[in-house]
């Protein structure tokens, strides 16, 4: 059974800072693209941040120089950190694994059940 589980959110004031966790199992997590991505209310999910089993990372334009990717292969765990926070970043925020089969394009795709975040003064 594969399980995302994130942590790490909640409510921080304008400037602020937060780490989000995703622990992952049942998975076989080093061959997987990890992805953040966030829901605000009314507006569709959009992609934060990702990173891929070398290590490659893309952000949203909006959290370029704000937020970073990382994940550490041994702990099967992939974070966000979120620096300089503005109430424009308030969404619950889901942790995605997401891995292509070479063989048959086949992709498996899971997902975090979200953590709230919220910036608010």
């Known amino acids: 059974q594969v399980r995302l589980v994130e942590s790490g959110g909640g409510l921080v004031q304008p400037g602020g800072s937060l780490r989000l966790s995703c622990a992952a199992s049942g998975i076989v997590f080093n061959i997987y693209t990890m992805g953040w991505y966030r829901q605000a209310p009314g507006k569709q999910r959009e992609l934060v941040a990702s990173?891929?089993?070398?290590?490659?990372?893309n952000y949203a334009d909006s959290v370029k120089g704000r937020f970073t990717i990382s994940r550490d292969n041994a702990k099967n765990t992939v974070y966000l950190q979120m620096n300089n926070l503005n109430p424009e970043d308030t969404a619950v925020y889901s942790c995605?694994?997401?891995?292509?089969?070479?063989?048959?394009?086949?992709?498996?795709?899971?997902w975090g059940q979200g953590t709230q975040v919220t910036v608010s003064s």
């Open positions: 990173i891929t089993t070398s290590g490659s990372t």
């Open positions: 995605n694994a997401k891995r292509t089969i070479p063989i048959d394009n086949t992709v498996l795709d899971y």
